[in-house]
């Protein structure tokens, strides 16, 4: 069973993620706070294996939680919730470890889908908010010399698979865009990684961006 804990100061929304989650069958929501003061103290009282976090919240927001929860000896992973309207919070978050942004009004079936690919280790990064999201953080350089340089690294198959990651594509997409296995694209996205340095897909996106994979 996958343990999740849901931090949104909006109760309406906790409401909603709460019950398309827990009608997946193989995901309990363990925990929720309309306030990032309370995340840390929560994850360690429920250890949930999935945060998903409001970026904006009273009192405490997204980004206190997230850097509580991130020195955490076993933290969670981490999606930042978020709107259309992406700012400076954005770029913070990646900086810290955010694991991903997921839309607020996410379909039912990419939401479950997300908290899945959390729990396993991965990275999600909302089609409907990718390029938005990364077009905010690319600090003015569309081409950055150092992002190019990564990429000059990788072969033309791993840099096919990265744009792909930058497009917010999970590795089955991947797999169907390339005509390649679900485990074949895994290994790839495991090579790419590590060959750029970057901790998670949204980072390998950010790096897709500024070498200009990404139009």
């Not at 998903?52 to 009273?58: E, H, P, Q, T, V």
């Not at 927001?61 to 999606?79: I, S």
């Not at 679900?182 to 790839?188: I, L």
Request: charge should be negative; glycine fraction near 8%; avoid cysteine.
């Amino acid at each position: 069973m996958i343990k999740v804990m849901l931090a949104d100061d909006e109760d309406l929304v906790r409401s909603g993620l709460r019950t398309i989650l827990t009608s997946a069958g193989d995901i309990e929501v363990v925990a929720e706070t309309d306030d990032g003061l309370h995340v840390a103290d929560l994850a360690r009282q429920h250890r949930p294996h999935v945060a998903l976090l409001d970026i904006r919240m009273r009192s405490a927001d997204g980004l206190f939680a997230l850097r509580r929860l991130r020195a955490l000896p076993e933290p969670p992973k981490v999606a930042m919730l978020t709107t259309f309207d992406v700012d400076e919070y954005v770029t913070e978050a990646l900086r810290i470890g955010a694991s991903g942004f997921l839309l607020k009004d996410t379909e039912p079936a990419v939401l479950v889908r997300a908290v899945r690919d959390l729990a396993a280790g991965g990275a999600v990064l909302d089609p409907g908010v990718a390029a938005r999201v990364l077009s905010q953080v690319a600090d003015g350089e569309r081409a950055a010399e150092p992002a190019r340089r990564l990429l000059a690294s990788l072969s033309e198959r791993e840099r096919e698979v990265v744009g792909l990651i930058g497009q917010g594509l999970s590795n089955a997409e991947i797999g169907s865009a390339l005509h390649l296995s679900e485990a074949t694209v895994k290994g790839y996205v495991s090579a790419v990684l590590g060959k750029i340095g970057a901790v998670n897909r949204v980072q390998a996106a950010l790096v897709a961006y500024r070498g200009g994979l990404i139009a």
